[in-house]
């Protein structure tokens, strides 16, 4: 199927953007030709990984994209060799070896970083922690030093911690801006999205669902409340929505008997949320998506809701609506583990 084709495959389904945004938008340029939009290099830094590889391939689809940068440990020069030969827009380079991250980021306008090892059957978030918070915090490291500017997306698990990683390295280094800093939760947003539409028997493609919190387990809360169009769903519909939503990950996890993760579908949520990145820098007005950042919605530091993007990355971060009682209670309970997980990524961060 030609690259054309995709894009035109994703379209049919095209709704404005938002936190529901659909996948046709993701392929529209939304005001910007290819030949009139702007230069922007994206990085990837994991793209030889089960995330990596099919991001690389979406982000090579976007029309927004100039110039595609493919880093990782090993295996980078394969991956960018084989997605260089897609006839759209981007120029794509392959890098691999820390001697070559450097040359990767330079100059780069959004970094997305899947980088890290999967969750396993049985694998907490806090086991994937103790593996991932030390790549999370040395790629940030560099991004400090070579591209210290760049909008960051951060895919690595657990998003709860690394996120607060992310944020700490940048401040040691004297570079942080809160407003660039973005952890990706479009997954759970998607999941929110896909499992209401069946549920409900609504097309998804109109289907808008917020979703607060964190994301991890119990602190994504999916404001089923606040969904549109209205389903109709009985309270015990909504806890068992909520639930699988949570459990999202784990359900994939199980399905892949010990043999992957949520690698596809989190690979389609990253580049969506990566494009309303570059419609916010291209100054596409109304582009909001849910992502874990810098927060004062609430007493924690940082928190997921829907968040304006501008031509600086966050320009507003919006408030969480009128919540149901049931929802209400889950954001007083998923405050513990949410607050934990953020203070043990600072932590790490200064070496505690």
Same mark, same amino acid.
Request: net charge positive; proline share 5%; with cysteine.
């Given at each position: ?10 379209? #049919? ?26 230069? #922007? ?12 590889? %099919? ?63 999967p969750r ?6 806090? *086991? ?48 942080? *801006?809160? /407003? ?10 998607? #999941?929110?999205?896909?499992? $209401?539409?069946? =549920? ?6 109109? @289907?808008?669902?917020? @979703?607060?919190?964190?994301?991890a387990g ?7 409340s606040q ?31 010990? /043999? ?7 690979? $389609? ?5 990566? *494009? ?7 100054? @596409? %007005? ?12 609430? *007493? ?34 998923? =405050? %513990?583990?949410? =607050? ?13």
């Amino acid at each position: 199927m030609k690259a054309a084709m995709l894009r035109s495959v994703f379209r #049919r389904s095209t709704t404005t953007s938002s936190s529901a945004t659909a996948a046709s938008s993701y392929f529209s340029s939304r005001g910007f030709a290819s030949e009139s939009a702007p230069e #922007r290099k994206v990085t990837i830094l994991g793209a030889a990984g089960g995330i990596g590889q %099919p991001l690389s391939l979406l982000m090579k689809l976007n029309p927004l994209v100039s110039s595609l940068s493919l880093y990782d440990i090993a295996g980078t020069p394969g991956v960018a060799a084989d997605v260089s030969h897609i006839n759209t827009r981007s120029e794509v380079k392959g890098y691999a070896s820390d001697e070559q991250l450097g040359q990767a980021l330079e100059g780069s306008d959004i970094v997305i970083i899947p980088a890290g090892v999967p969750r396993k059957p049985g694998m907490t978030r806090d *086991d994937l922690f103790k593996i991932n918070a030390g790549i999370v915090k040395s790629l940030c490291e560099a991004i400090a030093k070579y591209c210290p500017h760049a909008i960051v997306n951060m895919i690595s698990n657990p998003v709860n911690s690394t996120v607060p990683i992310a944020a700490e390295v940048f401040k040691l280094r004297g570079v942080y *801006d809160e /407003k660039k800093l973005f952890g990706v939760t479009t997954l759970d947003v998607v #999941r929110a999205r896909t499992f $209401y539409a069946g =549920k409900a028997k609504v097309n998804v493609a109109g @289907v808008h669902v917020p @979703v607060i919190g964190g994301h991890a387990g119990v602190t994504i809360l999916p404001l089923f409340s606040q969904a549109t169009p209205s389903g109709n769903l009985s309270d015990e519909e909504i806890r068992a929505l909520t639930k699988r939503t949570q459990e999202g990950g784990t359900e994939v996890v199980e399905a892949k008997a010990g /043999k992957g993760s949520a690698t596809l579908s989190m690979a $389609y949520a990253g580049a969506i949320f990566a *494009d309303a990145c570059l419609k916010g820098l291209n100054g @596409v %007005p109304d582009v909001v998506e849910c992502s874990f950042v810098q927060s004062t919605v609430t *007493d924690l530091p940082f928190f997921a809701s829907k968040v304006r993007l501008g031509k600086n990355g966050v320009e507003e971060v919006l408030g969480l609506g009128t919540l149901s009682d049931f929802e209400q209670q889950g954001l007083e309970a998923l =405050k %513990p583990e949410l =607050k934990s997980s953020i203070e043990k990524g600072i932590a790490f961060a200064h070496g505690k």
